[in-house]
């Protein structure tokens, strides 16, 4: 909303105006809450007038590379909005930074599929990119981890990495929405997010589980995807 002033009413959560001028209409579509972060899905039109919160897609953290289309005042992209607390890089936004308003976050781009998954990893830590126009199906926030799921049933995550919450087969933390590859060809339907672990599950309807195994979560602390059919031997 702008400020860490509590407030005892719903009030409207808008995007703030930036410097480009450019009129835009932003239409949230879904949201997912954490215990102190927000993650907000929206469709953004350019250049229109209708209703709903006008601003730029340009940020003071992002600049926005799809500006040869700004001349098409019917188009139409997905943003991925965080808000909230930063600490251990839960809005995936590159930094530690608290965000009072809403900021646009940068899905990766495709890697050349020749590329090896360290090798892949290490390019885009070396040189991250990317794009806004990032279409949601599904959102999920732990208390310090993130969850998205993308039209295309690929499942992202970022944020504190410890119990292996973020399913890329280590503990260490991510700054930045990075694809989960063990599940690369599978077509995630939705996710959730707790605490210390996650899961998902496929339009197949199998369900993949990952993060800290205490109280019979599943398996103790896997930092990959496990089956549950598979786990319990259906």
Known sequence: LGSTANRHRPCVVTVPPQASGERQSVRFTSVACGAAHTLAAATVRLGSSGTGTEYSADSDDHHIEDSDHYQDTNLTLHRLFAFGCGLRFRLGTGDERNRCSPVAIRAPLPLPSTLSHTMAKTIFKASYD????FPVASLACGVTHSL???QKGE????????????GHGTEEGVWFPTKVMALKGIHIARAAASLR????VSSDGHAFTWGAGNHGHHHPS???PDNLRQSHGH
């Not at 990317?130 to 126009?133: A, I, K, Q, V």
């Not at 995550?157 to 919450?165: A, L, N, Q, V, Y």
């Open 222 to 224: 896997e930092v990959l």
């Open 155 to 166: 499942l992202f995550s970022f944020g504190e990495g410890t119990d292996g919450r973020l």
């Open 130 to 133: 990317g794009t806004l126009d």
């Open 148 to 150: 998205v799921v993308n």
């Open 197 to 200: 672990h996650s899961i998902c």
